[in-house]
């Protein structure tokens, strides 16, 4: 006799909820082989019953408040789109789960704050939590992490995380678009958050960052203890800078075990351009993990937009679909909730690095001399200091550090401020030569 059809409830219809009802419909026959039983949906929510979304919803019951949904008889597991790391998301989510429902979801805001709490739930109610499309979309290192590198001790994991703002760099440094035009282009796309600063400003990736930190380290997530800057800040003067140099920039998430700690990190990066990850373009993520094991593992691969997406929520579904009553379950984060170590967080003065600083100057007489000096007033030794300016008044030094530490730099650039050298703002990039 056939098993019985896993039944499901999902909220939120926007860029990945309609392309996960198009998907499942496609491939059913497909899926129904693979896990043995059919993934039907059966009920759906959203805030507006009436727009067009180009599917058919006739078939599924609506539900106006996605709480409700989620905890209803009718449905085996639920499947959170909706976005945000409170109010719908987060309710929605405890009530399935309190009412003894798997649950898929794409969204890292929620588990990067709430995670562990609701992975507490699922693991004490022996239900599965799974959050593949979370982080870098259709890349699966979720999986990858928890599951293919038992055993590895992780030193560091590293990559692009948000396909928005790798679009908008790929974009402005090979066809010279503005941030402005590129980052429509994106939201155009369906790539970018509903908020399109939590991918602008990082925070998107600091969300993604924090769960594969959790995974990697075996740690609580601590979104709160990340270094954060995010691509606001990037010009088009910068990006030619740093190809001049050999280098492309990237909004890089960095975790890394350190003597003091772990060092979480999201900031514009130059990496070299010969370098792979120099090589990840368009909406396209790239996850790299180094372990004692392996060595350097690299992902790569579609990190947003609907289909991608759509590819991990479906392979979280087939999980959900194979598994069986009674079957226990691994924890959601890679080892028990309650027993996650407390994250103990490195301070990011004491990172080491290569920096690009470009300083806009007034152009006088031992400005130049004083920038150096104040350079080696903080003990960074320079790889190049140049200086670039047609305009009669004002001139960019450009310089490039050796290997050094954040507080030098960040001590070195507060005095040239003060010595009231400045035109400009100055502008600082972190270089990951080793990327
Ligand atoms: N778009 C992408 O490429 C990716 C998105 N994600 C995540 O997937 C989730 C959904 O993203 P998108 O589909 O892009 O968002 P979207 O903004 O296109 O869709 C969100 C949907 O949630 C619905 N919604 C909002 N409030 C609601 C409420 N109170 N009750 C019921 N429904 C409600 C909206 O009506 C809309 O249908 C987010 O957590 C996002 O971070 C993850 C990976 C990639
Ligand atoms: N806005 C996100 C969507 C996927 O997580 C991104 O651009 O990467
Ligand atoms: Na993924």
Redesign the pocket.
């Known amino acids: 006799m056939a098993a019985a059809p896993l039944r499901i409830g999902i909220?939120?219809?926007?860029?990945?909820?309609t392309s996960v009802i198009r998907m499942l419909a496609e491939k059913s026959t497909e899926l129904e082989r693979q896990c043995g039983r059919a993934i039907t949906p059966v009920a759906v929510?959203?805030?507006?019953r009436n727009r067009d979304r180009g599917i058919d919803l006739s078939g599924f019951e609506w539900f106006d408040?996605?709480v409700e949904l989620a905890a209803s008889p009718k449905i085996d597991v639920f499947v959170e789109?909706?976005?945000?790391d409170n109010?719908?998301?987060f309710s929605a989510v405890k009530a399935a789960l309190e009412a003894g429902k798997h649950v898929v979801?794409?969204?890292?805001?929620?588990l990067s704050r709430h995670g562990v709490e609701l992975a507490e739930i699922a693991e004490a109610n022996g239900l599965l939590l799974n959050y593949e499309?979370?982080v870098a979309?259709g890349i699966p290192v979720i999986k990858t992490l928890r599951e293919a590198l038992a055993g590895n001790t992780v030193s560091r994991v590293y990559g692009i995380l948000n396909?928005t703002c790798n679009y908008i760099l790929t974009r402005m440094e090979a066809e010279g678009l503005s941030f402005q035009e590129c980052l429509r282009e994106a939201q155009r796309l369906?790539?970018a958050?509903?908020d399109p600063t939590f991918d602008i400003e990082g925070h998107?990736t600091a969300h993604k960052l924090s769960i594969l930190t959790s995974l990697a380290f075996g740690c609580e997530i601590s979104a709160d203890d990340i270094y954060l800057e995010g691509i606001s800040n990037i010009t088009p003067a910068d990006i030619k800078a740093a190809a001049n140099l050999g280098y492309r920039i990237k909004l890089l998430g960095v975790a890394q075990r350190t003597e003091s700690g772990i060092e979480q990190r999201v900031h514009p990066t130059m990496v070299p351009t010969s370098s792979v990850i120099a090589q990840v373009h368009g909406v396209t993520n790239a996850v790299a993990i180094e372990t004692d094991m392996l060595g350097e593992l690299l992902l790569s691969g579609p990190?947003?937009?609907?289909n991608?997406?759509a590819s991990a929520v479906i392979g979280d579904l087939a999980d959900i679909a194979k598994s069986r009553p009674g079957f226990q379950h691994g924890p959601v984060f890679g080892r028990p909730a309650k027993e996650l170590a407390p994250y103990q967080r490195a301070r990011m003065r004491a990172h080491e690095g290569g920096y690009f600083i470009r300083l806009t100057v007034h152009d006088r007489l031992g400005v130049f001399a004083s920038i150096a000096k104040r350079m080696a007033d903080n003990e960074i030794s320079l790889e190049s200091i140049v200086q670039h300016g047609d305009d009669v008044d004002l001139k960019t030094v450009i310089l490039v550090t050796h290997e050094t530490t954040e507080l030098a730099v960040r001590n070195a650039v507060e005095q040239i401020t003060q010595d009231g050298i400045l035109a400009d703002k100055p502008q600082v990039i972190r270089i990951e030569r080793a990327a």
Not at 11 to 17: C, E, I, K, S
Not at 105 to 110: D, R
Not at 303 to 306: L, S
Request: proline letters at 5%; hydrophobic letters at 35%; zero cysteines.
């Open positions: 909220a939120g219809l926007g860029t990945v909820g929510s959203a805030r507006n408040d996605p789109l909706i976005g945000g109010g719908p998301a979801t794409a969204n890292k805001a929620l499309a979370a979309g396909g369906g790539y958050e509903a998107d990190g947003a937009g609907g991608a997406t």
